[in-house]
C-alpha cells in the first residue's frame, strides 16, 4: 500500500496554493488542512493528496 502524500500548501488571499505531488503544478484549495483530489487528475494522482493549511484559523 503506497502512503498519501503530504504537502503543506501556502496562504494566497483566501485560498491554499499546494504544489501537486503529481504533476508538480500548482492547485488551489479551499482553507483548512484535509484531504483533497488532485486537479489535475494524471492517472498516478490516485485518490488525491493531504494538503496542510499553514495558518489554520
Known amino acids: 500500500m503506497t502512503a498519501t502524500p ?3 500548501a501556502r ?3 483566501a485560498l491554499l496554493i499546494a504544489r501537486c505531488p503529481y504533476c508538480q503544478g500548482e492547485h488551489t484549495h ?3 488542512t484535509g484531504h483533497v483530489v488532485a486537479d ?6 490516485g485518490s488525491g493528496y ?3 493549511d499553514p495558518d489554520p484559523r
Open 6 to 8: 503530504t504537502v503543506t
Open 11 to 13: 496562504v494566497d488571499n
Open 30 to 32: 479551499g482553507r483548512g
Open 40 to 45: 489535475c487528475l494524471t492517472p498516478d494522482s
Open 50 to 52: 493531504v494538503v496542510i
